[in-house]
């Protein structure tokens, strides 16, 4: 789960974290107000779960309260597109209004976990900003990664490394081991998958400020941080994703044409492939689980039917703890809800399996195709979606 920028800076201001003055706004009113105790000069930050935002004009400075109002006006309401976005581009319904800061120098500083090696890495650049990603393309090392042994954890000696490697000394440096210590702290307590402040900036009287952030919580661990779950912004997310997270369906959208319903995520994933193989485009990745009851396998069968990218259905099922002959009649139901005959092609094996494929042959009036093997299946749905591509 991502967090919001002002969420994020509020977050590590917990933790001991200097951050910029500001104000979260929601209409053009509230962003002169917000401007005016600034004194007109002021920048204004779209809140977004997305980055690019600088480069996308979702970022502008100001230097008056009507051109903050302006800047306000064309923003929120607005989407978003970012070079992180899809063409849609994301829902602006909140500004942040911060003060201008001097700034001497910006650098780079993430804490993230590292999937190659199974542990977390702090990651730090000298030259931090909105080009990071060329920096780290181009010039790899004006980059420091540290893997963080997880028997050892991250020691003021490591951030002291660091600090040098940003050239800070004095206060400065000690004022760096710190920060990078409570960033730690704040990320182990928080079961946060990603801690990014970018940049970090010396300000011009010799103070560190986050001057952004990102912070991503695993969403496994939400259920022990409770104040940080609430903070999710549905807004920001897919609509079909917030209900089927709702039913607690594991569904990720996709760019296809082709839903697929499926029960294990390895075996989803198999049919992903097998789809792409045969040359048809995934709509979603969606997991009903191993032991869904029925609410949930029709809510699962509604979702699908009700997106209007998805032309045709790939349900692959493995009856084990979920019976196949319920898949069936939840299909069923799903259809008549939703009033669809889109073609649907159903390979199920396992539990009651015959008995699910004959309550599906007898329903002449919906378009489902039986088929036996994964392989055949998602054959037959891509040819079947053939003439209209």
């Not at 910006?106 to 090696?117: G, I, K």
């Not at 396992?350 to 378009?367: K, P, S, V």
């Amino acid at each position: 789960m991502k967090l919001h920028e002002y969420q994020a800076k509020a977050l590590l201001a917990q933790y001991g974290v200097v951050i910029p003055r500001g104000q979260l706004v929601r209409s053009v009113d509230e962003a002169g107000q917000a401007a005016e105790t600034f004194s007109g000069a002021c920048v204004l930050k779209a809140q977004v779960y997305a980055g690019g935002r600088g480069k996308a004009g979702g970022v502008a400075r100001v230097e008056s309260v009507e051109q903050a109002r302006q800047i306000a006006d064309r923003l929120l309401h607005r989407r978003l597109v970012t070079v992180q976005t899809d063409e849609a581009g994301l829902p602006v319904t909140s500004l942040l209004v911060e003060e201008l800061v001097p700034v001497a120098r910006e650098l780079y500083l993430s804490l993230t976990l590292d999937r190659s090696a199974g542990r977390y890495c702090l990651i730090a650049s000298a030259e931090g900003g909105m080009d990071i990603e060329q920096t780290a393309r181009l010039t790899p090392e004006r980059v420091r990664r540290l893997t963080i042994d997880p028997l050892v954890g991250l020691r003021a000696f490591h951030a002291r490394g660091i600090a040098r490697f940003f050239n800070l000394e004095g206060d400065l440096g000690d004022a760096t081991v710190s920060l990078i210590l409570a960033l730690y702290r704040c990320f182990l307590e928080k079961d946060a998958s990603l801690l990014e402040i970018n940049p970090l900036v010396v300000t011009a009287d010799n103070r560190l400020m986050a001057m952004d952030a990102k912070v991503s919580i695993d969403d496994s661990a939400l259920f022990r941080q409770h104040d940080l779950a609430g903070l999710k912004d549905d807004s920001q997310y897919d609509p079909l994703e917030v209900r089927a997270a709702r039913s607690d369906i594991a569904y990720i959208k996709m760019d296809g044409r082709i839903g697929c319903l499926v029960n294990g995520a390895g075996l989803a994933m198999a049919t992903l492939d097998m789809l792409t193989e045969c040359g048809g485009q995934p709509a979603n990745f969606l997991d009903v689980g191993g032991g869904a009851d029925q609410d949930k396998v029709r809510e699962a069968f509604r979702i699908l039917l009700e997106d209007p990218s998805v032309d045709g259905i790939l349900v692959n099922i493995f009856g084990g703890i979920m019976r196949c002959d319920l898949i069936a009649e939840s299909l069923i139901a799903a259809a008549a809800a939703t009033g669809s005959h889109i073609p649907i092609v159903v390979r199920m094996a396992g539990a009651r399996r015959d008995e699910g494929r004959r309550i599906l042959e007898e329903q002449t009036d919906l378009n489902i195709v039986w088929q036996d093997g994964l392989a055949s299946a998602a054959n037959a749905i891509v040819k079947l979606l053939a003439p209209s591509t």
